[in-house]
């Protein structure tokens, strides 16, 4: 999103641009943005082997929104759900 490219750009964190978003939202009285709930995106780079998404790359599954970040599916539930809905899925469990 927004906040990982800014970060990128600034070259600092994604959770030090939404400390620094917070402070100047703290100090102008308002949220700058208007946030609807949670999104988790998820990205099957590691299918290209690849090791991390490229930055401007549309994710291939987004959900959400959710009212809380614990809202989200567990990774078996994750799972079940993009088998239902056509995705072949290898998942490598080895450790």
């Keep these: 999103g927004g906040v990982g490219r800014a970060a990128l750009a600034l070259g600092i964190t994604q959770p030090a641009v939404s400390q620094y978003l917070r402070a100047l939202e703290d100090h102008v009285g308002h949220p700058l943005f208007e946030r609807r709930g949670f ?12 090791r991390a998404p490229e930055p401007e790359e549309v994710p291939d599954w987004v ?14 539930d994750q799972v079940q759900w993009l088998e239902r809905h056509g995705y072949t899925l290898f998942v490598n469990e080895s450790k």
Excluded at 39 to 50: D, E, I, K, M
């Design 63 to 76: 959900e959400g929104p959710r009212p809380t970040p614990d809202s989200f599916l567990p990774p078996y």
């Design 39 to 50: 999104y988790a995106l998820y990205y099957f780079f590691g299918l290209w082997g690849r």
